[in-house]
């Protein structure tokens, strides 16, 4: 009854902040994401007759509010299967944890994938999706590969591939500015957001074009036109996160100091964009001939700590062998 899984953190062109629904963690507008390869989480799972509760062991450490989101996992699992037995869970992040490089997405699509393997469920891609969900809004989304859609329908949430890594093979190159966890969880910055900016209602009303373009200009593989469209989306996201009381300032020196640079190369001719999510690390996507220099320019930069390379990756699976 143990299986393990591996999965990649995504990073979303066209953004999820805010939810529809506290209950089952429902985002309120869709998204769109590419699933970074080059970064991963593996996650153990074991059901043991012996244990009382659930363990769960995150980078070899216990966290009261990951474990308790993993156990209402683990609880749609077990319901499925008709059993009681809890879990030990060990998940181990080859990158920062909880600093805006969405490690609870990879965390959550590996957990769903290990328990339903443990458990011998085999699930809709559907019903998957819905679980990771209660982790991780963004979950879903690396359940699948390549560049994914997420899209809301009534109360369930669908998850399709919209290119695969080798349809467009895009590069990330990440610009890690801090590598502590960051002050502000996304769940509750959400929240707050959804309460007090002035510009959360504009966020979601604008949010369906933006997604309309953005999956327009991958399907055309329109760089540019994705380029302009995610930048934008980002800051707008970025608006809604920095006029929240208190404000979510995510950015540091460092990181407005690779927006400026990552723009100026795009206007050199260099094909290369950025996103920034509920951190402050950069994601600068590219077409793989700038990746070498995008990745000297920003290293290059004062308080850039360390810089990761990543190809588009594959969804959640299962490890053949596991230890
Ligand atoms: C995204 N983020 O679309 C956006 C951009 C953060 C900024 O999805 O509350 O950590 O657990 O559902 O999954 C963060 O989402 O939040 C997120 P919860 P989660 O990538």
Same mark, same amino acid.
């Given at each position: 009854?143990?299986?393990?899984?591996?999965?990649?953190?995504?990073?979303?062109?066209?953004?999820?902040?805010?939810?529809?629904?506290?209950?089952?963690?429902?985002?309120?507008?869709?998204?769109?994401?590419?699933?970074?390869?080059?970064?991963?989480?593996?996650?153990?799972?074991?059901?043991?007759?012996?244990?009382?509760?659930?363990?769960?062991?995150?980078?070899?450490?216990?966290?009261?509010?990951?474990?308790?989101?993993?156990?209402?996992?683990?609880?749609?699992?077990?319901?499925?299967?008709?059993?009681?037995?809890?879990?030990?869970?060990?998940?181990?992040?080859?990158?920062?944890?909880?600093?805006?490089? !969405?490690?609870? %997405?990879? #965390?959550? =699509? *590996?957990?769903?994938?290990?328990?339903?393997? $443990? /458990?011998?469920?085999?699930? @809709?891609?559907?019903?998957?999706?819905?679980?990771?969900?209660?982790?991780?809004?963004?979950?879903?989304?690396?359940?699948?590969?390549?560049?994914?859609?997420?899209?809301?329908?009534?109360?369930?949430?669908?998850?399709?591939?919209?290119?695969?890594?080798?349809?467009?093979?895009?590069?990330?190159?990440?610009?890690?500015?801090?590598?502590?966890?960051?002050?502000?969880?996304?769940?509750?910055?959400?929240?707050?957001?959804?309460?007090?900016?002035?510009?959360?209602?504009?966020?979601?009303?604008?949010?369906? !074009?933006?997604? %309309?373009? #953005?999956? =327009? *200009?991958?399907?055309?593989?329109?760089?540019? $036109? /994705?380029?302009?469209?995610? @930048?934008?989306?980002?800051?707008?996201?970025?608006?809604?996160?920095?006029?929240?009381?208190?404000?979510?300032?995510?950015?540091?020196?460092?990181?407005?100091?690779?927006?400026?640079?990552?723009?100026?190369?795009?206007?050199?001719?260099?094909?290369?964009?950025?996103?920034?999510?509920?951190?402050?690390?950069?994601?600068?996507?590219?077409?793989?001939?700038?990746?070498?220099?995008?990745?000297?320019?920003?290293?290059?930069?004062?308080?850039?700590?360390?810089?990761?390379?990543?190809?588009?990756?594959?969804? !959640?699976?299962?490890?053949?062998?596991?230890?």
């Amino acid at each position: 009854m143990r299986a393990v899984a591996v999965a990649h953190p995504n990073v979303a062109l066209v953004k999820y902040w805010g939810k529809r629904a506290r209950a089952g963690n429902l985002p309120a507008t869709g998204s769109l994401s590419l699933v970074l390869g080059g970064l991963a989480t593996e996650t153990s799972v074991r059901f043991d007759p012996h244990l009382a509760r659930d363990r769960v062991l995150l980078d070899g450490r216990e966290d009261a509010e990951t474990s308790a989101r993993v156990s209402a996992c683990l609880d749609e699992l077990r319901r499925e299967a008709g059993v009681g037995l809890r879990a030990t869970v060990e998940s181990r992040n080859d990158f920062p944890t909880g600093a805006g490089l !969405a490690s609870s %997405a990879s #965390g959550f =699509a *590996a957990l769903v994938t290990a328990g339903a393997g $443990a /458990l011998g469920l085999q699930l @809709e891609d559907q019903r998957l999706a819905e679980i990771a969900r209660l982790g991780s809004g963004s979950a879903p989304r690396s359940l699948l590969g390549g560049v994914v859609l997420l899209t809301n329908r009534d109360a369930t949430t669908v998850c399709e591939q919209v290119a695969a890594p080798a349809d467009w093979p895009l590069e990330i190159v990440v610009a890690v500015t801090t590598t502590g966890p960051k002050e502000t969880s996304s769940r509750i910055g959400m929240a707050l957001s959804e309460q007090t900016s002035p510009y959360y209602d504009a966020w979601v009303e604008t949010h369906g !074009a933006d997604l %309309a373009a #953005g999956l =327009a *200009a991958v399907r055309a593989r329109d760089f540019p $036109a /994705l380029a302009g469209l995610a @930048e934008h989306n980002c800051l707008k996201m970025h608006a809604v996160m920095l006029t929240t009381r208190p404000p979510l300032i995510y950015w540091t020196p460092a990181t407005l100091a690779c927006l400026h640079r990552i723009q100026e190369m795009r206007r050199d001719g260099v094909p290369v964009f950025f996103t920034v999510d509920a951190g402050p690390q950069v994601k600068a996507v590219c077409l793989p001939q700038a990746a070498d220099d995008v990745a000297t320019a920003l290293a290059g930069i004062p308080g850039v700590l360390r810089i990761l390379r990543s190809p588009l990756g594959e969804g !959640a699976r299962l490890r053949a062998n596991p230890d």
